[in-house]
């Protein structure tokens, strides 16, 4: 008999209107038989905005909700969850698999976003702040990162008109056009920067996984490490969910049906062993 796996999600945004998760009922069947969970950033909004009640609201639900269906839960905190947690990174089946929500990747945290031109020069002038020899090192990083994440407040996200929503959210992400540009942009270049990324900071790891960015995927880099985004809860592309178990990264679509989300087909499959992709490995 197999193993439980620890599963790896990321991306909820859980309160958020954006995201098809209503009610944390609608994940349990992908909890089902899973030993340990690991939601890897945005589960939720904990930034500061005008629903105060709504965020705390969220987050009661959240930490009541995993602990109660899985034996073992971690969070790890992304842009849009930088204060929930103080954990903003993890090493599983013995550093073959390296978790970060992904923002550290950018300088400018969300490149895509109108925020960006706010975040530049905050990060640098907080790695300028670092001694020499902690520039480049991933634990102060991480943590500047966070701490000037969680001082971006929330704009659409926060809004519970359904009208207003799709109007903020269409100012904030997709106006104007050169936007939609810039995530198309980010999309391209995320492969080749994970994969320098893991190269300088997790040179050991096999598998290098994120999220943010909310476009699924996987690519064998040509160092040997294979990045996977699990993508999001969010339209349009949806979620993956990553298996660890039984020596083997396994890859799944998340389906919703009924009104739940479940793990779907396997989309790609490795050997914690070897690395090389099976047949089924994503583009």
Not at 54 to 75: D, G, N, Q, S, W
Not at 174 to 203: C, D, K, M, Q, Y
């Amino acid at each position: 008999m197999a193993d439980p796996p620890i599963r790896i999600l990321s991306d909820l945004h859980f309160g958020d209107r954006a995201s098809r998760v209503g009610s944390l009922a609608q994940l349990r069947p992908l909890l089902d038989g899973v030993a340990h969970l690991v939601l890897n950033g945005d589960t939720l909004d904990t930034r500061p905005g005008p629903a105060p009640a709504h965020t705390a609201a969220c987050l009661a639900e959240v930490r009541a909700f995993f602990p109660a269906h899985v034996p073992r839960v971690t969070f790890l905190t992304g842009n849009h969850d930088a204060d929930f947690t103080s954990d903003h990174a993890l090493d599983l089946a013995d550093g073959a698999v390296f978790v970060t929500h992904g923002d550290i990747l950018h300088d400018d945290i969300v490149p895509w976003s109108q925020d960006a031109e706010f975040i530049r020069p905050q990060i640098a002038a907080g790695l300028a702040a670092l001694p020499a020899a902690e520039r480049t090192q991933l634990a102060p990083r991480l943590a500047l990162w966070r701490r000037v994440a969680a001082a971006i407040p929330q704009r659409h996200q926060s809004e519970s008109h359904g009208l207003r929503y799709a109007v903020h959210f269409a100012r904030d992400t997709v106006w104007p056009p050169s936007r939609v540009l810039r995530v198309i942009r980010t999309w391209r270049g995320e492969p080749a920067l994970a994969a320098a990324f893991a190269r300088e900071h997790r040179p050991l790891a096999k598998f290098f996984l994120i999220g943010h960015t909310h476009r699924p995927g996987a690519w064998s880099a040509p160092s040997g490490v294979v990045v996977i985004n699990t993508g999001s809860f969010c339209r349009p592309f949806g979620g993956w969910a990553v298996d660890l178990g039984d020596g083997r990264v396994s890859v799944r679509r998340l389906i919703e049906r009924r009104g739940e989300f479940r793990p779907g087909p396997i989309v790609a499959a490795f050997s914690l062993a070897d690395a090389g992709a099976s047949p089924t490995l994503a583009p």
